[in-house]
């Protein structure tokens, strides 16, 4: 890839000779590879191992998971389709716990599969895989909408910090808090980044820097400990992230880290913006307490990849995410525009129309 490429109109996931390819996103930026996943179990495990992350990303793999493993099993039984794809579902469902958009994906797969039960098994594997290529269109049309509504939300020459990575690269395409940033830029306003790196998996410093690089927007790389100096000195105008999920009362799942951000911000008059289609809003989960959260590998807080710094033996704790209060969030920019001081009321409203 070179570095004029237009990261936005990357494919993070694309369907290929028959096959679902997805961009290794563990070796980026030193390589750029795709990967071949032609079964449900194949593509559990690209999510599991995180060669695809981002709860749009993920929720379109899913759905491609499941198309994937109805053409496997189109020439079998009806038995056995039937056993098959029961436990398609199930071990998708299994491979990551905190980004609702896996189960979005699959609930409306698994509803596909039931309204079109009299079809052939030949035919439900197309209508799947139809279904799947819609899911995946369908984000980067939300992606696109979401981005114009908060783009409206940033002053032209703002400095806007971000944590983990809500970009091309995490969804379908554009990103959803660097989807607001692109459609800021694409505008006209002159918008900067500051990216905290995001330990311990360095989405920031490998994902987010590099997508704006490509891109050629201003983008200064932070650890995760300089955003309150940053602000203090009053060197940040506004924080927008993206989220894995969203409780109905507007509590907010994302990347480990994003709580304190969150706090920093409010201490210093920031706005603190979550970028989220109303695929990420789980009205099933009261508020932010009954969110599952994520336990990774030790390996990823004690080193990376073939360095290890810590040492040997040591106790790791190693949440994936933590859970940022609804009174702390400025605004959910969601499709259907911005829901400023989210509340359940408000997000009730959202699903209404």
Known sequence: MTKSQNVSGIETLRWKDSCLEMIDQRILPASFEYIKYDSAESVADGIRSMVVRGAPAIGC????????????????SKDSFNKGMEKAFEVLAESRPTAVNLFWALKRMQEKMSASKNASLNQLADILLTEAHEILAEDIRI???????????????????????????????????LGVIRSAVEAG???????????????????TAW???????PVTLITDNMAGHLMSKGEVDAVVVGTDRVAANGDVANKIGTYMVAVLAKRHN?????????????LSIPNGGDIPIEERPANEVTGFRECQWAAEGVSVRNPAFDVTPAELVSGLITEKGVIEMPTREKITTLFLS
């Open 143 to 177: 992606n696109r909408t979401m981005g114009e509504f908060g783009a409206a939300l940033l002053a032209d020459g703002a400095r806007v910090l971000t944590h983990c990575n809500a970009g091309a690269l995490a969804t379908a395409g554009h990103g959803t808090a």
């Open 189 to 207: 306003k002159k918008i900067s980044v500051i990216a905290d790196e995001t330990r311990p998996f360095l989405q920031g410093a490998r994902l």
């Open 270 to 282: 920031i706005p603190f913006y979550v970028a989220c289609p109303l695929s990420t809003i789980d």
């Open 61 to 76: 793999a899913a759905a491609y998971g499941i198309a994937l493993e109805a053409i496997k099993l189109s020439s079998e």
């Open 211 to 217: 997508e704006m690089v490509q891109e050629k927007i």
